[in-house]
Each structure stands twice: as structure tokens, then as C-alpha cells.
């Protein structure tokens, strides 16, 4: 494949993904990869393309930059040796290669999908019967990968080099499938306080001991019950998103269905739901995002039978944090909806007129 063509492609596949946050695909990872190489050599007399063989390593680190990512990683590619016919009838040339390198990676998240394009600069080390010594050359790629799970991907890649030396020039064409370990993982935030119990209280009559003396006649005191109405709020948070997107994710239902539980036990509360983000992105992008995040559980609690006239929803964006957004524990606890309310709490006491 030509380069220009691969330049072309890359365009094209990058273009058409939409932007999301890398934090699943950010910090330092390393890989492992099998497939198959496609090798040729344009010389005197010219070697014929062949299939062989292919494994290799890698390893590097990515950085957030909120709608992109931007990395750096080495590699190392073995290609097994192959029989390759040449131009001279009879005749055949018998050789692999191993070519290490470095790559610049450019990529554009999307949730668990990050598809990546790679430039860089390797060197090509020839083995077998009918090459040796070395060349090197550019080595660009074409990727995307896949989030199994928290520390754990998948990547399937075409890359490409062409090296020169002393007249001759070997092209390599490889396609692999890789798996990658990933030293970080997504901070998840999770977690319900429970609403309080409403406990009525009431104060217990102290029994005062006599003596056998005789004691003159006391009469009974008046006493009578008081009700006290106290304001108690009631904090719910850790609903689920998918990334940058207003979805609730199916983890999320737990946490939701308890409040339904608590809205059907307390028919006179109302219910203020809030969103909130970290500060990747834009003010006003974040803003958006964290309205659309709190109408849509206002929507869920209202398709399971809350009266939507009990609820208000409103976004904060990244105005109101509750940690640090300078570490990725903190902007994931900033990533959050929270669902208020206040309640009469009822506490009977005893009084003595």
C-alpha cells in the first residue's frame, strides 16, 4: 500500500470519529501482538512479495488532552524468514527482519473505542540466507483499540516501513492483533447514602427512690406529648454515564430505584437534582453537559412513577467541585449528579406543664 494512500485513509477514519474523553486510554501501557507480515525486496534481481510470520512488543504512554490523546511507544517487530522468488528465473531469496522503532500516536477517543494513527522512525535488521546488515526508513501506522476492561485492551493495526541500504530496499507490511495491559485505571465513582430512618424518640419517666420515712402526699404533675418538625436533608450520588454523553448507564438503575423507593415513602418530599463535571472541556460545553445529565435522570425517576412536578433538575457544569481537579481521582468525583431533598423528621417529647 502506498503511503499517500495510508495518509489518506487515516484522514478519513480520524475524521469521522467524534471526540469523547481519553481518560480510559491515558497513562502508560505495554502490549504484545501476532499477525502477518507481507515482505518484498526492490533490488537486482527483485524478490517477489511473500507472506510470513509476525510477533512483536510494545509498550508507551498516552496523554489527555481532553477531546485527543497524544502518545509515544517503542516496539519491536520479528518477522519469521520466507522463500521469496526473485525476477531470475530458478533462483530464490531466503531472508526475514527485525525492526525496532519509535512511533508518535495520535488518537480520538470514543467511550471504549480509540482509533489511532502512528508516525515514527524505525530500524530494519535483515536475517536469513540471502540479507544482511541493516537499513532503516519511516514507519507510519493505522489502528483502533478496544477497553475490555479496566486495565485490559485489544488492538487490531496495519503498519508499514520501508527501508534503504546500499541499493536495496525492503518494504514491510504488517497486520496484527495486539493486547495491551494498561498501568492506570478509570477512577469510577459509585456509592448511595441511604435516607434516613425516621425515628421517633421518647423520653422515659426517671423513677425516684423513697426512703421508708413517711412522706407527705405529692400530687401528680400535669404532662403532655409535643411534636417537633425538624428539616433533614438527604444527599444521593454516583449516577453512571457512559463518557461524555447524557446515557445512563445500566449500573446506575440500583442506585435510581432507590430513590423511587424513597420518593414513594416520603410523598411530600421534592426532589432537586443537580449535574456536575470536572474541568475537561469548555465552560459552556460542560455547562450543556451537565444539564443534559440531570434532565435525564429527572426522566428516569419520572418513568418510574415519581410526579415530575416533585422534581427539579439543573446543571452547575464545573462550578461547584468536591475535590481537586489537579489528579484524575478528583475530576472523577467531580464527574457526578446529586439528588437532594428535605424531609420532616417526627420527634415526639414528653413535656410537664
Known amino acids: 500500500m502506498k503511503k499517500s494512500t495510508i495518509s489518506i485513509t487515516l484522514a478519513a477514519a480520524l475524521l469521522s470519529v467524534s471526540a469523547a474523553q481519553a481518560s480510559e486510554f491515558s497513562g502508560g501501557w505495554i502490549g504484545a501482538k501476532v499477525g502477518s507480515n507481507r515482505s518484498d525486496i526492490a533490488a537486482v534481481p527483485v524478490a517477489t512479495a511473500a507472506n510470513a510470520n509476525t510477533y512483536g512488543f510494545e509498550g508507551g504512554y498516552n496523554w489527555d488532552k481532553g477531546n485527543f490523546l497524544l502518545g509515544v511507544d517503542g516496539f519491536a517487530d520479528f518477522n519469521q524468514k520466507k522463500t521469496h522468488t526473485t525476477s531470475i528465473p530458478g533462483t530464490s531469496a531466503n531472508y526475514g527482519t527485525d525492526i525496532y522503532g519509535v512511533d508518535l500516536k495520535l488518537g ?3 467511550g471504549k473505542w480509540l482509533p489511532y494513527a502512528k508516525l515514527g522512525y524505525g530500524s530494519t535488521r535483515m536475517t536469513g540466507a540471502a540479507l544482511t546488515g541493516s537499513a ?50 478509570p477512577h469510577v465513582v459509585s456509592g448511595v447514602a441511604d435516607a434516613p430512618a425516621v425515628v421517633k424518640q421518647e423520653a422515659k419517666a426517671v423513677a425516684v427512690p423513697v426512703t421508708a420515712a413517711v412522706v407527705p402526699a405529692v400530687a401528680p404533675v400535669p404532662e403532655a406529648w409535643k411534636t417537633l418538625l425538624a428539616e433533614k436533608p438527604v444527599t444521593l450520588k454516583g449516577t453512571n454515564f457512559d463518557f461524555d454523553s447524557a446515557k445512563l448507564r445500566r449500573s446506575a438503575d440500583k442506585q435510581l430505584n432507590e430513590v423511587v423507593e424513597f420518593a414513594a415513602a416520603y410523598k411530600d418530599a421534592k426532589l432537586n437534582v443537580s449535574g456536575h463535571t470536572c474541568n475537561i472541556g469548555k465552560d459552556a460545553y460542560n455547562l450543556k453537559l451537565s444539564e443534559r445529565r440531570a434532565a435525564s435522570v429527572k ?55
Open 108 to 110: 480520538l477517543p470514543s
Open 136 to 185: 532503516s526508513g519511516a514507519h507510519l501506522g493505522l489502528g483502533v483499540e478496544y477497553k475490555i476492561a479496566a486495565h485490559w485492551s485489544l488492538a487490531g493495526e496495519f503498519t508499514t516501513i520501508s527501508s534503504s541500504s546500499n541499493g536495496v530496499k525492503v518494504n514491510n507490511n504488517n497486520m496484527t492483533i495486539g493486547l495491551n495491559y494498561y498501568f492506570d485505571a
Open 299 to 353: 426522566a428516569y425517576l419520572v418513568k418510574k412513577g415519581v410526579a415530575a412536578d416533585r422534581i427539579v433538575s439543573v446543571g452547575y457544569g464545573e462550578a461547584k467541585p468536591v475535590a481537586s481537579n489537579k489528579t484524575k481521582a478528583g475530576q472523577a468525583e467531580n464527574r457526578r449528579v446529586e439528588i437532594r431533598s428535605v424531609i420532616k423528621e417526627e420527634t415526639k417529647v414528653r413535656v410537664i406543664k
